[in-house]
């Protein structure tokens, strides 16, 4: 009696190890996918730097320049490329961008925020109850931006800077079907200060950010 238990059980783990490799297989042979999408992130640098950099150069102007408004960036639209090598390692190429305008008469002010760089992506843990799947990410590249107020009489004041970044974090993706889903991410991206010559101020463009978004698997 023992034996035929003992036949029966080894039978069942062969066929329980069986089982498992071909759905694991079949898994994998899914593999490799092209995604893509787009999110968007809350990011809000501090610029207080900036703004007092700008508004010292206003002041002491001969005769004085008609006050702009403070710069505030709060947002960055990034669309993204990613790879996915298999179940846990991805690959993604970011391109963001952020911009903001002001006029009056003949005068203008405005930013743009420009990135491009690329992640590595490790998935954790996978929950197939909710279709839910969290990694950890970490990446860079280079990331500028330009700020730029005219004034009367063809006066203007510019600044423009590009450095290189990291950024680090995790990130949720949620399946809503086979093909669809929405993508949530929470990261910090690392900006060197920038000495800014013409304003001798700083530039701060490190900052939490925290965005959600959809993406496609092709």
Not at 121 to 145: C, D, E, H, N, P
Not at 170 to 199: H, I
Request: proline share 3%; net charge positive.
């Amino acid at each position: 009696m023992y034996g035929k238990i003992k036949y029966v059980s080894v039978l069942l783990l062969c066929c329980s190890y069986l089982s498992f490799g071909q759905t694991s297989e079949a898994s994998e042979s899914e593999y490799p996918q092209i995604e893509i999408g787009a999110s968007l992130f809350y990011y809000h640098p501090n610029l207080d730097e900036l703004n007092q950099g700008f508004s010292q150069r206003e002041r002491e102007s001969v005769p004085p320049l008609t006050a702009w408004n403070n710069y505030k960036i709060s947002y960055l639209v990034v669309p993204t490329v990613v790879y996915h090598m298999n179940r846990r390692n991805q690959i993604a190429l970011l391109l963001g961008g952020s911009y903001g305008q002001s006029n009056r008469q003949d005068a203008q002010s405005y930013y743009y925020v420009w990135m491009v760089g690329g992640e590595y992506r490790y998935m954790l843990q996978s929950w197939r109850k909710f279709s839910a799947t969290v990694g950890v990410v970490a990446g860079g590249g280079i990331i500028g931006a330009k700020f730029h107020r005219s004034y009367e009489n063809n006066v203007g004041i510019n600044v423009a800077v590009s450095t290189l970044y990291l950024d680090g974090g995790g990130t949720l993706n949620v399946d809503l079907t086979k093909r669809l889903g929405v993508k949530a991410d929470l990261k910090y991206v690392f900006v060197p200060t920038k000495t800014l010559d013409n304003l001798g101020r700083d530039l701060l463009l490190g900052s939490v950010a925290a965005g959600i978004g959809l993406f496609y698997t092709l």
